[in-house]
């Protein structure tokens, strides 16, 4: 992950339109904002992922701050099109439409595969199942390495909420039977400060 130092240059050159310094914010960030919204919108990750990196264009301009409050109101943007997201599935539930396409037989993404064999897709399903707010918390602290109070911006909570659903989830993580048949989960460490 970048120093803060360098992401706010890469912030303050991309806002000034340097295509290449945007897209190094978007090599350094896009795998934690995925990651994070695999957990939160599933299989919509991806569009939504795309969503947000296209606010974040649009509204880069606007933008003040530091390193750290980038990741912030990055995150805070991903949060914000994964509920637009979860609220449109919800009115409209998508129906395939028949199509020549439904003669052909699928085909895997060779790439979603890996990621679907990998331990981080086997860490992200189980940090899926946790409930909503604890879920998002520890996404947003141990994944994306994001500080208390700047995680309780993007969620719109209390820093000390924050806290205790890092907490309860990182212990409910700990205690599944999953983890503990493999001994835990390396990373997953307690700190000082959940």
Same mark, same amino acid.
């Given at each position: 992950?970048? !120093?803060?130092?360098?992401?706010?240059? /890469?912030?303050?050159? *991309?806002?000034?339109?340097?295509? %290449?310094?945007? *897209?190094? =914010?978007?090599? /350094? &960030?896009?795998?934690?904002?995925?990651?994070?919204?695999?957990?939160?919108?599933?299989?919509?990750?991806?569009?939504? /992922?795309? !969503?947000?990196?296209?606010? *974040? %264009?649009r509204d880069l301009h606007r933008f003040t701050g530091d390193g750290a409050a980038f990741r912030g109101w990055l995150f805070r943007i991903a949060r914000h099109r994964a509920i637009d997201e979860k609220r449109r599935a919800?009115? +409209?539930?998508?129906?395939?439409?028949?199509?020549?396409?439904?003669? $052909?037989?699928?085909?895997?993404?060779? /790439?979603?595969?890996? =990621?679907?064999?990998?331990?981080?897709?086997?860490? =992200?399903? =189980?940090?899926?199942? &946790? #409930?909503?707010?604890?879920?998002?918390?520890?996404?947003?602290?141990?994944?994306?390495?994001?500080?208390?109070?700047?995680?309780?911006?993007?969620?719109? @909570? +209390?820093?000390?909420?924050?806290? $205790? *659903?890092?907490?309860?989830?990182? +212990? +409910?993580?700990?205690?599944? #039977?999953?983890?503990?048949?493999?001994?835990?989960?390396?990373?997953?460490?307690?700190? @000082?400060?959940?």
């Open positions: 992950m970048w !120093e803060d130092d360098e992401l706010a240059a /890469a912030v303050r050159a *991309a806002s000034t339109g340097d295509e %290449a310094a945007f *897209a190094a =914010l978007w090599r /350094a &960030l896009h795998p934690a904002v995925l990651r994070y919204l695999r957990v939160v919108v599933g299989d919509a990750a991806e569009d939504v /992922a795309s !969503e947000t990196w296209l606010q *974040a %264009a919800g009115r +409209r539930p998508e129906e395939p439409a028949g199509s020549f396409a439904d003669d $052909i037989a699928p085909t895997r993404d060779a /790439a979603a595969e890996m =990621l679907e064999q990998s331990g981080t897709a086997w860490a =992200l399903r =189980l940090i899926a199942d &946790l #409930p909503p707010d604890q879920a998002e918390a520890v996404m947003l602290r141990v994944v994306a390495g994001l500080d208390v109070a700047t995680t309780a911006r993007v969620l719109g @909570k +209390r820093a000390g909420a924050v806290r $205790i *659903a890092t907490m309860r989830g990182l +212990r +409910r993580l700990a205690a599944d #039977p999953r983890v503990t048949a493999l001994g835990g989960l390396p990373g997953l460490t307690r700190s @000082k400060e959940v």
